[in-house]
């Protein structure tokens, strides 16, 4: 996975089967499913891979309980399938999960076991393990900082959790080993047409040299995430919102907070949404909101009613009650939601199925969809592809493709904070025996090596900072503060495994640093 290799790829092919449009969970999946047929196909990413919305997920490999509350059965087993495929062919970074709903009524003990064994029947053989009612004491036992006031039972059940950016960097070095080109930083700046308006190629911007390339390809899928409308404001004459972009905020926390390996879910909040403490990396996520929003960035924030809400939630049902000072790091992400056909409808009403748009021009657009179901997206993006822009029918095979890490054990060895690397595990060791001053740590308080940095660049395509220490790393997830305090020693390796000057660097180090205050609540930033 090297950056100048690929840029080479594209500048070498003259037509392409299937140009892809964004770097997230949909672009990539995408991108494996195209290769893996056979398709000579190329993806491009403005930014970097996972940088929005596939970065800043809940960590969750999930049926959705929620949708299954709403009736949406088919939407259920169809993210239940998938996340028994995930388990399987990423073991490196999916693992089985177990959740616990404390109740504190007499009846919600009953009434979730029933729901949630019809949860785990629509698994099938895919189920990751049974539901079961269990008392108030083993509750208390599973979650030792539970809020033990008028607590009356409790209920465990089994989902998946995952690393979502390492999954999508994973993704990318998948579909490059299946013969596909990669590339982020290369931003889709105009769509080329022929004289009858169909949509031919596009025209893409090298962001690092500001060099044009025109890609000519038989089918164009625009997989951008909640910028889908910026695409097709490229390719429409009549504008119309295609997305609705919901945010969505979490809040992370040292793990003393819940020091158990069980997850917290409360399927009733205040205002009726699901909220998640998941244990993460030796620290807990807590989230999420929904909020419906006007406008888009890259770098959402989160709003001090989202903040307030999730720490309320958290201090009602947790004994050991966080505070803002205690808060590690929050990010904000946008779910692109498939915009409805009536407006004014609330985000828990919008649908979270995706949904496939052709345009008269002939470019393919996927909206909505999650993580989860990423490689049924791919498959049906890719079906789609090969009726409307007339590709040779070839079969998908991502069913049985394993990712790029996966391992044969059955899970990872969890308590080496390197599993997430699986397989490449041994290729960072020999990184650190031939350069022994990679062993260093990135940070006293982590485990974080030197190692890793280099390796996320010569193998990764990190190519600044935010790349390094947001989704190769995820120290800026985990506590901004640290993150922010080893952005220099990044910025030296980054300027000298790709030769950069002194005022690259530090302008690197400058924007890192304004970047992270943003994962820092505002009385505690770094000035």
Same mark, same amino acid.
Request: proline share 4%; net charge neutral; with cysteine.
């Given at each position: 996975m090297n950056r100048s290799e690929?840029?080479?790829?594209?500048?070498?092919?003259?037509?392409?089967?299937?140009?892809?449009?964004?770097?997230?969970?949909?672009?990539?999946?995408?991108?494996?499913?195209?290769?893996?047929?056979?398709?000579?196909?190329?993806?491009?990413?403005?930014?970097?891979f996972a940088k929005g919305t596939s970065s800043r997920s809940t960590k969750l490999v999930h049926g959705g309980v929620r949708y299954l509350e709403q009736g949406n059965i088919s939407l259920?087993?169809?993210?239940?399938?998938?996340?028994?495929?995930?388990?399987?062919?990423?073991?490196?970074l999916v693992q089985n999960q177990t959740f616990v709903i404390p109740n504190y009524n007499w009846w919600g003990g009953y009434f979730y076991t029933?729901?949630?064994?019809?949860?785990?029947?629509?698994?099938?053989?895919?189920s990751l393990g049974k539901s079961k009612y269990i008392s108030r004491k083993k509750t208390i036992e599973l979650l030792p900082t539970i809020e033990q006031n008028g607590l009356v039972n409790g209920v465990i059940y089994q989902d998946g959790q995952f690393d979502d950016s390492r999954l999508a960097i994973n993704l990318a070095q998948t579909a490059i080993e299946n013969? +596909?080109? &990669? !590339?982020?930083?290369?931003?889709?700046?105009?769509? #080329?047409?022929?004289s009858q308006n169909q949509i031919t190629g596009v025209q893409v911007k090298n962001q690092e040299t500001q060099e044009l390339f025109d890609l000519k390809g038989k089918a164009i899928i625009n997989a951008t995430g909640v910028f889908i409308n910026s695409i097709m404001k490229l390719n429409d004459t009549v504008y119309k919102k295609y997305i609705v972009p919901s945010q969505g905020i979490h809040l992370v926390f040292d793990k003393s907070f819940l020091p158990t390996d069980h997850a917290l879910m409360i399927p009733k909040t205040s205002d009726g949404r699901v909220l998640f403490a998941v244990p993460w990396h030796n620290k807990i996520v807590v989230g999420t909101t929904d909020t419906?929003?006007?406008?888009?960035?890259?770098?959402?924030?989160?709003?001090?009613k989202?903040?307030?809400?999730?720490?309320?939630?958290?201090?009602?049902?947790?004994?050991?009650?966080?505070?803002? +000072?205690? &808060? !590690?790091?929050?990010?904000?992400?946008?779910?692109? #939601?498939?915009?409805?056909?009536?407006?004014?409808?609330?985000?828990?009403e919008v649908s979270r199925s995706h949904k496939i748009i052709v345009s008269e021009t002939g470019l393919i657009t996927i909206t909505g969809g999650k993580w989860t179901t990423y490689r049924k997206i791919a498959e049906d993006i890719i079906d789609k592809a090969i009726t409307v822009r007339h590709l040779p029918k070839k079969e998908c095979k991502t069913k049985g493709v394993s990712i790029h890490g996966n391992i044969k054990t059955s899970t990872a060895d969890r308590e080496n904070?390197?599993?997430?690397?699986?397989?490449?595990?041994?290729?960072?060791?020999?990184?650190?025996?031939?350069?022994?001053?990679?062993?260093?740590?990135?940070?006293?308080?982590?485990?974080?090596?030197m190692a890793e940095v280099v390796w996320a660049i010569r193998y990764e395509m990190a190519r600044t900072i935010d790349d390094v220490l947001s989704r190769r790393v995820?120290?800026?997830?985990?506590?901004?503060?640290?993150?922010?305090?080893?952005?220099?020693?990044?910025?030296?390796?980054?300027s000298k495994e790709l030769g950069r000057d002194e005022a690259w660097k530090e302008n690197q180090i400058t924007q890192f640093k304004k970047l992270a205050n943003g994962f820092i609540l505002t009385e505690f930033q770094i000035k």
């Open positions: 690929q840029l080479t790829k594209l500048k070498e092919t003259s037509e392409w089967d299937v140009i892809i449009i964004g770097g997230g969970a949909n672009g990539l999946g995408t991108a494996l499913d195209s290769a893996s047929r056979g398709y000579k196909t190329i993806l491009v990413e403005a930014v970097d259920v087993m169809e993210a239940l399938k998938e996340r028994g495929l995930m388990v399987k062919n990423a073991k490196h029933i729901g949630l064994t019809i949860y785990d029947m629509l698994a099938g053989k895919l013969g +596909a080109c &990669v !590339l982020n930083y290369t931003k889709v700046v105009n769509l #080329l047409k022929d419906l929003i006007k406008s888009h960035s890259l770098e959402p924030i989160a709003l001090e989202e903040i307030d809400f999730v720490l309320e939630t958290a201090q009602r049902f947790l004994a050991k009650k966080p505070t803002r +000072a205690d &808060v !590690l790091s929050v990010f904000a992400g946008l779910r692109p #939601l498939a915009a409805p056909e009536e407006e004014g409808k609330s985000t828990k904070h390197l599993y997430i690397y699986g397989t490449d595990i041994p290729k960072i060791l020999e990184l650190q025996r031939q350069e022994p001053e990679l062993k260093q740590k990135l940070h006293p308080s982590y485990d974080y090596t995820r120290l800026l997830f985990l506590d901004a503060r640290a993150a922010i305090a080893v952005s220099g020693k990044v910025a030296q390796l980054l």
